[in-house]
C-alpha cells in the first residue's frame, strides 16, 4: 500500500487527483488505499510505521454524524487527532487560531469519506468542525494520542454559528 504525503511538496498527482498541501502549519492529510479482495476490499486505517507518524495512541473513537449533522467547533491544547473518513461523504473545517503560528488565521475545508478514504493530522491549537454532506448517515474514526480526562477535559468548544471563526463549517 502507498502513503501519500503533502508535506512538503506543492501538489501531489495521485489517481488522477490533483492535492495542493494543506494551507494550516501542522497539518497534514495523507491518501488510504483500498485493496480489491475475492470478498471486498480492505483499507489499512492507521499503522505506526507510516511517515510522519510519531505518536502514542492512547485512544480510538469511531464517532457517527446523523444525516446533515454538524458538530461544534473544537480543539485541544494537548491532543493530535487522526482522522479518517470511512463512511458517507463529511466536510471538516479547520481554522487556526494558534497566536504563534505562522498560518494563524487561515482556514481550509477537506472532505472526505468512504470515496475519499484520507487520514487528516489536526494539531492541538488548530480548531475544527465537522458536517456530514451526506444525507445518510457518516462516520469517522479518530485516532488520538492523548486518553480524555473526564474531570479536566482537554476540549475547548464554540457553537458551529459563531462570529470569532470564519463562517466555513
Not at 71 to 92: A, E, F, P, R
Request: aromatic share 10%; with cysteine; glycine share 10%.
Amino acid at each position: 500500500m502507498s502513503l501519500i504525503g503533502n508535506k512538503d511538496k506543492q501538489s501531489v498527482i495521485a489517481g488522477g487527483h490533483r492535492y495542493a498541501p494543506p494551507k494550516i502549519s501542522g497539518v497534514h492529510f495523507y491518501e488510504l488505499g483500498n485493496v480489491l479482495t475475492r470478498s471486498g476490499s480492505l483499507m489499512e486505517l492507521f499503522r505506526n510505521d507510516w511517515l510522519h507518524f510519531d505518536i502514542k495512541v492512547s485512544q480510538i473513537n469511531w464517532v457517527q454524524l446523523n444525516p446533515d449533522g454538524l458538530t461544534d467547533w473544537h480543539c485541544h491544547s494537548k491532543q493530535t487527532d487522526h482522522l479518517v473518513g470511512v463512511g458517507g461523504n463529511i466536510k471538516l473545517a479547520l481554522w487556526d487560531g494558534r497566536p504563534d503560528s505562522p498560518t494563524k488565521g487561515a482556514s481550509e475545508i477537506i472532505r472526505f469519506g468512504a470515496t475519499r478514504p484520507i487520514i487528516v493530522v489536526v494539531p492541538p491549537g488548530v480548531w475544527h468542525g465537522l458536517r456530514n454532506e451526506s444525507g445518510v448517515y457518516a462516520g469517522y474514526i479518530n485516532v488520538i494520542n492523548e486518553l480524555y480526562n473526564y474531570e479536566s477535559p482537554d476540549n475547548f468548544r464554540l457553537p458551529s454559528r459563531t462570529s470569532e471563526i470564519p463562517d466555513i463549517l
